[in-house]
């Protein structure tokens, strides 16, 4: 299964979207300054996870979420 995910900076006006097979460990990796793009916003919450049978539908969405019509879906969340 592939997963897309997005977080959102608990400081800041950030939100970041991805894909990943563990979004419980990617999560994480995010929170302790292990991913280089979105260090300088730590901590996260994170606020929307699916998940996908497919590489190729899960970055169809992923791709969607980075789109402004996504993001604005992102940022009604909360």
């Known amino acids: 299964m592939f997963y897309v995910y997005a ?6 006006n950030y939100i970041y979207v991805g894909l990943t ?4 460990k990617r999560y994480s990796q ?6 280089r793009t979105t260090k300088p ?12 049978p497919t590489r190729a539908a899960a970055r169809k969405k992923e791709k969607y ?6 993001k604005e879906f992102l940022k009604g969340l909360s």
Do not use: E, M
Request: charged letters at 15%; aromatic letters at 12%.
């Open 41 to 52: 916003y730590a901590p996260f919450d994170l606020i929307w996870s699916c998940a996908y």
């Open 21 to 24: 097979h563990n979004v419980q």
């Open 65 to 70: 979420l980075k789109s402004g019509v996504g």
């Open 30 to 35: 995010h929170n302790n300054g292990l991913n």
């Open 7 to 12: 977080i959102r900076s608990r400081t800041r």
